[in-house]
């Protein structure tokens, strides 16, 4: 029997703190539905939906994927990009 492959879509986004900072995170799903989470910041995994268990315990024990999802946040959300972003806006 087969099934239909799984679509796996990732979401970063960026958030102006009210304290100035901008903060980044990802949020990861199947086939549309937003299954668990990366917080940049501290670095912690979330499970939103059941669904998304068996990967996010996979990737969280995989430094390497880890600190990839860490890097290209903070380099997207830093000074340059973070700044743009954020112009203009009360953060």
């Keep these: ?3 239909d492959p799984l679509t796996l879509q990732g979401r970063m986004t ?3 703190e ?3 900072r901008i903060s980044g995170s990802w ?3 199947f086939n549309g539905e937003m299954c668990f989470r990366f917080d940049s910041e501290d670095g912690h995994w979330t499970v939103d939906h ?3 268990r068996w ?8 430094r ?3 600190d990839f999802f860490k ?3 903070m380099e997207t959300v830093g000074p340059g990009f973070g700044s743009l972003w954020c112009a203009g806006r009360e953060c």
């Design 50 to 52: 059941s669904g998304g």
């Design 71 to 73: 890097k290209v946040s």
């Design 64 to 66: 390497a994927v880890t």
């Design 27 to 29: 949020h990861f799903g």
């Design 14 to 16: 960026c958030q102006c």
């Design 55 to 62: 990967i996010k315990e996979k990737w969280e024990k995989d």
């Design 18 to 20: 009210e304290d100035g």
């Design 1 to 3: 029997m087969r099934s």
